[in-house]
C-alpha cells in the first residue's frame, strides 16, 4: 500500500500548508478542541458519562 508510505518531505509540506491555511493562533485552538473530542468519544466508548448530564434534580 503506497498510501501510507510518507516520508520527512512530504510531512514537512503538509504542515506547511496547515499552517499556511489556518494560522498559528488557530492551530493550538483546534487542537484542543479535538483532544476535547477524542477524550469526549473514549469515555463514550467506556461507557463513562458526564457527571454534569443526566441530572433531572437541581442540585441545592
Same mark, same amino acid.
Not at 484542543?32 to 457527571?51: H, L, R, Y
Given at each position: ?6 516520508? !520527512? ?16 493562533? +488557530? ?14 468519544? +473514549?469515555?463514550? !466508548?467506556?461507557?463513562?458519562?458526564? #457527571? +454534569?448530564?443526566?441530572?433531572?434534580? #437541581?442540585?441545592?
Amino acid at each position: 500500500m503506497q498510501l501510507l508510505n510518507i516520508g !520527512m518531505q512530504e510531512i514537512l509540506i503538509i504542515a506547511l500548508i496547515v499552517l499556511l491555511l489556518f494560522g498559528g493562533k +488557530k492551530i493550538p485552538e483546534m487542537m484542543k478542541g479535538m483532544g476535547k473530542g477524542v477524550k469526549s468519544f +473514549k469515555d463514550g !466508548m467506556n461507557g463513562i458519562e458526564d #457527571p +454534569k448530564e443526566g441530572r433531572d434534580t #437541581p442540585k441545592e
